[in-house]
């Protein structure tokens, strides 16, 4: 009985891991990013500067010189406005404002915190 449960369990993390897995950050020949599947098909266009692999049914990516996180179908589920995003931290993640790049360096900004949700949990408005 325990070995059946096991074996069930098992199967049902590797399905829901793999379903997250298909979608690999892909550069084309412009520079821009999309996502293509384990096949190379292109599932999501290539429209962002900078693409991350997707964690938990998100992705980190890039427009011109904001930030945001998208879903496997594309959608924003956290805005593209952020001029700095870091990576989560449990349901928070560090995200930047205003500021101005230098030599990759993002100078001036203000700071706060965001959820998984995208409500600004600690309003970016701190120096660090």
Known sequence: M???FAAVALFVCFCASSA??????DRNEKGKYGYVDESGAVVLKHDYNEAYPFTDGMAK???GNKWGF??????????I???????????FCKVAVGGKIKDDVL???????ID??????IKPEYDM
Do not use: C, M
């Open 20 to 25: 997250f897995a298909a979608l690999i950050p």
């Open 61 to 63: 990516v890039r427009k």
């Open 107 to 113: 100078t001036g900004a203000k700071y706060g915190f």
């Open 81 to 91: 406005k952020y001029s700095e995003i870091g990576d989560w931290h449990g349901d």
């Open 116 to 121: 998984k949700s995208g409500a600004e949990t």
């Open 2 to 4: 325990n070995y059946r």
């Open 70 to 79: 998208i879903n496997s179908q594309g959608k924003e589920i956290i805005e």
